[in-house]
């Protein structure tokens, strides 16, 4: 039961405590506390945030731009907010669950303590069921039942199954190139990376954070 008065509130989705204004149970919070993972209430819909970008332009006012995906079809908006403008956040239930496997475009997970399965498509989710091995445990963000979102650790770690040989007169720092991991992400690694190596990703950006250690 939310109080209905001033006081500091976690917010689903997001391991930082933000301080939010509470009146007849709908909780604000300023544009600038807005994080990737974080659920809002826009216009009647509800939108998880993807980025935002805090920008301080020189002697202009300071704002957030933001990329939101609307729950109801998986639709990508842009909105540019002012830093100290007040949104509206919605709040997630965080349920422990088991992705299972991946099929024609869709994810099935299974729900932990009551053994429920569900299945999400491919466009709700996008690029963050990449980060995932199947029969995983992850932290599903889910709203009247339903997976909306995935909590991403901050690192992953997944094995290259395709890039091509480093070239002659590469060296370790001169360039990168492109590499598949396991579960289809691709991004930039160094060019002496091979197949099979175990690498440390950053899930913020999908960018190469370094080789696992052994």
Do not use: W
């Not at 391991?15 to 993972?37: H, Q, W």
């Not at 300071?62 to 079809?73: G, N, Y």
């Not at 913020?204 to 954070?209: A, K, L, M, V």
């Amino acid at each position: 039961m939310l109080d209905k008065s001033f006081g500091a509130y976690k917010i689903a989705g997001y391991r930082e405590i933000l301080t939010v204004r509470v009146c007849s149970e709908v909780t604000i919070v300023k544009a600038s506390d807005m994080r990737p993972g974080m659920a809002f209430t826009m216009d009647g819909q509800l939108y998880i945030c993807t980025t935002a970008t805090h920008v301080t332009p020189g002697n202009l006012r300071a704002f957030v731009q933001a990329k939101l995906r609307r729950i109801s079809d998986g639709a990508s908006i842009e909105k540019r907010l002012r830093s100290t403008e007040d949104v509206e956040a919605a709040f997630l239930d965080r349920r422990e669950m088991e992705f299972l496997y991946s099929d024609k475009g869709s994810h099935v997970f299974m729900d932990s303590e009551s053994f429920d399965q569900l299945t999400v498509s491919d466009e709700l989710l996008g690029d963050s069921i990449k980060y995932f091995k199947p029969n995983t445990k992850v932290v599903a963000l889910t709203n009247e039942g339903n997976i909306v979102s995935l909590e991403l650790p901050k690192v992953v770690e997944l094995a290259v199954t395709e890039t091509t040989p480093m070239s002659r007169g590469a060296t370790v720092t001169n360039q990168m190139k492109d590499a598949v991991l396991e579960t289809g992400l691709r991004v930039r690694v160094p060019p002496f990376i091979e197949i099979g190596e175990l690498l440390r990703i950053n899930t913020e950006d999908g960018s190469y954070g370094g080789r696992a250690k052994g």
